[in-house]
């Protein structure tokens, strides 16, 4: 079975503070694995793919598959990336997408 | 740009009716999808479609229906509609093999009173 655990339901950071939102899943296979956000007022949209390995508005996420886990990470935390944070999971050649429970980071100024 | 819309932002029923959630997408995109998102439980996958007249259960399909007559809209069906179904209802999309990217719509809340 597919599963994305986030242990995190809120997190809260000072502005210029590391970053790091846990994500860890199980699968037996081999996983893609995503990073999904969603600011105030705004839709669902994709950030970032570990497949890419792309840095995306400052964050990172690097699969682990020894620890099964995909936490998203930046240095230095701005007060516009407050928003939902949701690890999602696509098993191989699968249509859909299972999502974590999400965590809603808050910056502080 | 890919654009997904969701006939309403707001929508409150009573117990008991009959609800039609409608979604559009404008990108030729094979696969739609349905999720409700709740505190706590992130998002859940209710049904989805890889083809106009195809469907598929998600994880949580108990009380929905799904309807895909054409391949740009794909219809969430509340036969009868219970206050536990009270929750933010999104509708995505995505290209065929080889696209991995889901677009999100702006979501529907749902009040069942």
């Known amino acids: 079975a597919q599963r994305v655990t986030q242990p995190e339901k809120l997190l809260s950071v000072f502005k210029g503070a590391p970053v790091e939102l846990k994500c860890n899943y199980s699968?037996?296979?081999?996983?893609?694995l995503f990073w999904y956000v969603q600011y105030s007022r705004q839709r669902l949209q994709l950030l970032l793919r570990h497949i890419s390995r792309e840095s995306i508005k400052g964050f990172t996420a690097d699969l682990n598959k020894g620890e099964t886990s995909f936490h998203l990470k930046k240095p230095f935390a701005q007060e516009e990336d407050s928003a939902m944070y949701y690890c999602?999971?696509?098993?191989?050649?699968?249509?859909?997408?299972?999502f974590g429970q999400g965590t809603r980071l808050t910056i502080n100024p | 740009d890919v654009k997904v819309t969701q006939s309403s932002r707001y929508l409150v029923k009573r117990t008991g009716e009959k609800v039609f959630l409608e979604c559009v997408q404008d990108?030729?995109?094979?696969?739609m999808f349905w999720y409700r998102q709740d505190p706590g439980l992130g998002l859940r996958l209710i049904y989805f479609s890889y083809d106009v007249k195809m469907k598929e259960k998600g994880d949580i399909p108990e009380g929905y229906s799904v309807s895909r007559e054409k391949k740009e809209r794909f219809s969430l069906i509340l036969e009868s509609a219970s206050t536990n179904q009270t929750s933010m209802y999104l509708c995505?999309?995505?290209?065929?093999?080889?696209?991995?990217?889901?677009?999100f719509g702006p979501g529907t809340r749902l009040t069942v009173t």
């Open positions: 995505a999309s995505r290209g065929g093999q080889g696209f991995y990217e889901q677009y």
């Open positions: 999602a999971l696509s098993g191989q050649g699968a249509q859909k997408l299972v």
């Open positions: 699968y037996s296979g081999s996983p893609e």
């Open positions: 990108m030729d995109h094979e696969n």
